[in-house]
């Protein structure tokens, strides 16, 4: 079994930055990907950013050159660099992992005050 804990959400003001992590624990196969989700009130969970093993990388069209996803696989742990936060930013972040199976972290808010 793999359990994701997030931390590094909070309050921040508009163009300010945050930086999130997660870390796995359990037996976690070699190939596999990490990354962030988020939901926003009233709307479907999308994708932020996503990162595998070998360090390839997919993000938003709306937080690219904003937001930098980074992991250290020594420490089976994932990043989320958040730069020029935006209001619309604000929702609840889950950390993802995807091998055999699909793990969610418990989610961490992030809210960017205007």
């Known amino acids: 079994q793999v359990r994701l804990v997030e931390s590094g959400g909070g309050l921040v003001q508009a163009g300010g930055s945050l930086k999130l992590s997660c870390a796995a624990s359990?037996?976690?196969?070699?190939?596999?990907?990490m990354g962030w989700y988020r939901q926003a009130p009233g709307k479907q969970r999308e994708l932020v950013a996503v990162?595998?093993?070998?360090?390839?990388?997919n993000y938003a069209d709306s937080v690219k050159g904003r937001f930098t996803i980074s992991r250290d696989n020594t420490k089976n742990t994932v990043y989320l660099q958040m730069n020029s936060l935006k209001p619309e930013d604000t929702a609840v972040y889950y950390c993802?992992?995807?091998?055999?199976?699909?793990?969610w972290g418990q989610g961490t808010q992030v809210t960017v005050s205007s």
């Open positions: 990162i595998s093993n070998n360090g390839y990388t």
């Open positions: 359990g037996t976690i196969f070699g190939a596999n990907v």
């Open positions: 993802n992992l995807r091998e055999m199976a699909n793990y």
